[in-house]
């Protein structure tokens, strides 16, 4: 299974950009680049997702590198409920068991810690 | 649109005893997955049901846990006997799953809020 490489902890100020890096240089062709985050004391939750083109949704944009070797998660307006830990994580879009999707392999994720 | 529930959301168990959790899913999702959560660590996948039948369950240590999904709706994960490093946070989350154009869709999970397990 393809591995994500990301830092620990990182600290943001209110109402200022994040950029969360997420390194996976082991990519293969049909990995899709998924984006969840974890709030304190709840289940994860979807954030965002791609495969080779840059995306944007309500919460978030994510910048794929050319190579795909490496993203970057935008929040482009930190408030104090983004502080979660966030996991970048690879998902195998090849081919799958009885229309079932490839699972997700968490890592530990970056905790992002963001002061008023 | 309600979300994945579960209960209990906390459980206090000695070792060797036995404990079931219980998760309903969103309604019309057919893959429904139980994930572990060691403090500290990042969840990790114990099985993927997907509608009744099993996908993944290479990661479930089937001598002491069993989930099932009767009708394809709710799951139970069952831990028989427990062990003091079976204390961890356990999460149910599903995914609606379908195919359009050949491709899978809707394959967003959504988790429910856990169910804490400390084992003494």
């Known amino acids: 299974d393809a591995k994500t490489t990301q830092p620990n902890s990182m600290e943001s100020n209110e109402e200022e950009p994040v950029h969360l890096p997420c390194n996976h240089s082991?990519?293969?062709?049909?990995?899709?680049i998924h984006w969840y985050r974890q709030l304190p004391s709840q289940g994860p939750e979807y954030v965002i997702h791609?495969?080779?083109s840059n995306v944007n949704n309500r919460m978030a944009s994510l910048a794929i590198a050319e190579d795909r070797k490496s993203s970057t998660l935008i929040l482009h307006r930190a408030t104090l409920r983004d502080a979660a830990v966030y996991y970048c994580?690879?998902?195998?879009?090849?081919?799958?068991?009885?229309?079932?999707?490839?699972?997700?392999?968490f890592g530990t994720g970056t905790l992002l810690a963001v002061q008023p | 649109e309600a979300g994945v529930a579960q209960s209990p959301r906390y459980k206090i168990i000695e070792k060797r005893q036995s404990v079931a959790f219980w998760c309903n899913p969103i309604s019309g999702h057919a893959t429904l997955y139980w994930y572990q959560q060691i403090l500290g660590q990042g969840p990790k996948l114990l099985i993927q049901?997907?509608?009744?039948?099993?996908?993944?369950d290479s990661q479930l240590p089937k001598d002491r846990f069993s989930a099932e999904r009767l009708k394809g709706v709710d799951s139970t994960l069952k831990i028989q006997p427990a062990k003091l490093e079976d204390s961890a946070v356990y999460l149910c989350?599903?995914?609606?799953?379908?195919?359009?154009?050949?491709?899978?869709?809707?394959?967003?999970?959504?988790f429910g809020p856990g169910t804490r397990l400390t084992v003494t």
């Open positions: 994580i690879l998902r195998d879009g090849g081919p799958t068991y009885g229309g079932a999707t490839n699972k997700l392999i």
């Open positions: 082991t990519i293969s062709g049909t990995d899709y």
């Open positions: 049901f997907q509608n009744n039948g099993v996908v993944d």
């Open positions: 989350a599903s995914s609606l799953n379908f195919q359009l154009a050949g491709e899978i869709r809707g394959y967003e999970q959504y």
């Open positions: 791609g495969l080779t």
